[in-house]
Structures are given as structure tokens and as C-alpha cells.
């Protein structure tokens, strides 16, 4: 009964002390230049994964085979697929391809099946997250051309570039999107 104490004890300790990571000063640095990217509202972010709900018809169709080597029901390589969200001042542009279901209601157009907004967004909120090194920007946006289906986004950049894009919709199931985030440059005229 005792060695069960001393065990438990020293597995609690442990399990505390591995909670809590030590920043480098590059680390520190690598922070603020994201914050800093995200603050001067000029980013671009391209993804490379799809990562839709897997749900019962989404494995039927990865179980017929369609899907292409490397892919499952909840990972798809987007690497070939345009896409982009793109933040330029206040407006956000985004052009996602989507993976999944209609939930209800929504027209279908042909055309534009995916996930596009070029807009500014209502409740945008920037989060910063110090403990973890994170940035967090969440807000709500309209579909361009589906105007019944409206989405809730939640990104979270990491000092590494890579990103996370969670699209939350109104009428289809959820997606969530990983790549890189950049500065955007400027096009010439």
C-alpha cells in the first residue's frame, strides 16, 4: 500500500511538471513577428489539407475509391486545389473548395460549390494566446454566392507559419483546413 502512494504521488508530480513549456527567445521573437503580421492585417494563408466531418456518406465515398491515393473520409490533400484566404484591412477573402454535406436548404450552383466570401466580417476578434504562442482570429462571414449559407471561422496561427482554418457553416457540415500562413504581397499594376 505504500509503494501504491509513493507511485501515485511521484506519477502526479510528474504529470505537473511536464505542463509548461520554456520559450526561447527566438521562440519570443517568432511570436511577435506573427502578431505583428496579423496586426498589420495583410496575410494570405494557403492551404494544404482538407479535413471535413467524416460522416456515413463521406466514408462511402472514400471506400469507392474516388478519393485518389494518400486520401481518407476526414483528410484530403488540397496541395492541387486553388485556394486561399486572404485578409487585406478590414476585408477578408476566401476561397476554400469543400468537402462534405449540405445540411438543409441552400440553393446548388454549379459554378461556385465551395466555400467563397470577399467581405468584411462581421464580430472579427484577434486572440492572442502568450501561454501557448498562438493567434486566434475568429469572426462571422457571408458566402458570396450562396447568401443562405453564412460561416463562422475560427483560425489559429502558429510562429512556425503553419495554420489552421475552421469554417463552420449555416447549411453544410464543418471543415477545417491546415496549410501556412504570409505575408501578402502586393501585386504591380
Same mark, same amino acid.
Given at each position: 500500500?505504500?509503494?501504491?502512494?509513493?507511485?501515485?504521488?511521484?506519477?502526479?508530480?510528474?504529470?505537473?511538471?511536464?505542463?509548461?513549456?520554456?520559450?526561447?527567445?527566438?521562440?519570443?521573437?517568432?511570436? +511577435?513577428?506573427?502578431?505583428?503580421?496579423?496586426?498589420?492585417? =495583410?496575410?494570405?494563408?494557403?492551404?494544404? +489539407?482538407?479535413?471535413?466531418?467524416?460522416?456515413?456518406?463521406? %466514408?462511402?465515398?472514400? !471506400?469507392?475509391?474516388?478519393?485518389?491515393?494518400?486520401?481518407?473520409? %476526414? /483528410?484530403?490533400?488540397?496541395?492541387?486545389?486553388?485556394?486561399?484566404?486572404?485578409?487585406?484591412?478590414?476585408?477578408?477573402?476566401?476561397?476554400?473548395?469543400?468537402?462534405?454535406?449540405?445540411?438543409?436548404?441552400?440553393?446548388? /450552383?454549379? !459554378?461556385?460549390?465551395?466555400?467563397?466570401? /470577399?467581405?468584411?466580417?462581421?464580430?472579427?476578434?484577434?486572440? /492572442? %494566446?502568450?501561454?501557448?504562442? =498562438?493567434?486566434?482570429?475568429?469572426?462571422?462571414?457571408?458566402?458570396?454566392?450562396?447568401?443562405?449559407?453564412?460561416?463562422?471561422?475560427?483560425?489559429?496561427?502558429?510562429? !512556425?507559419?503553419?495554420?489552421?482554418?475552421?469554417?463552420?457553416?449555416?447549411?453544410? =457540415?464543418?471543415?477545417?483546413? =491546415?496549410?501556412?500562413?504570409?505575408?501578402?504581397?502586393?501585386?504591380?499594376?
Amino acid at each position: 500500500m505504500k509503494n501504491l502512494f509513493l507511485y501515485s504521488t511521484l506519477f502526479v508530480m510528474l504529470m505537473g511538471c511536464g505542463g509548461t513549456k520554456e520559450f526561447t527567445e527566438q521562440d519570443n521573437q517568432d511570436y +511577435r513577428n506573427l502578431q505583428d503580421l496579423v496586426a498589420a492585417k =495583410t496575410f494570405e494563408i494557403i492551404s494544404n +489539407r482538407a479535413i471535413p466531418t467524416a460522416t456515413a456518406a463521406m %466514408n462511402r465515398v472514400a !471506400n469507392s475509391r474516388l478519393m485518389g491515393p494518400g486520401n481518407s473520409a %476526414n /483528410n484530403i490533400d488540397i496541395t492541387t486545389n486553388a485556394n486561399y484566404l486572404k485578409v487585406k484591412g478590414d476585408s477578408i477573402q476566401g476561397f476554400l473548395p469543400f468537402f462534405g454535406e449540405q445540411n438543409f436548404g441552400g440553393g446548388y /450552383n454549379g !459554378n461556385h460549390n465551395g466555400i467563397e466570401f /470577399n467581405d468584411v466580417p462581421k464580430e472579427y476578434e484577434v486572440i /492572442n %494566446n502568450d501561454k501557448k504562442h =498562438t493567434v486566434d482570429i475568429k469572426f462571422k462571414i457571408e458566402d458570396e454566392y450562396r447568401h443562405s449559407d453564412r460561416y463562422e471561422v475560427q483560425i489559429t496561427l502558429y510562429p !512556425n507559419n503553419r495554420s489552421t482554418i475552421r469554417v463552420e457553416s449555416s447549411a453544410r =457540415t464543418s471543415i477545417e483546413y =491546415t496549410g501556412r500562413v504570409s505575408k501578402l504581397e502586393e501585386v504591380k499594376e
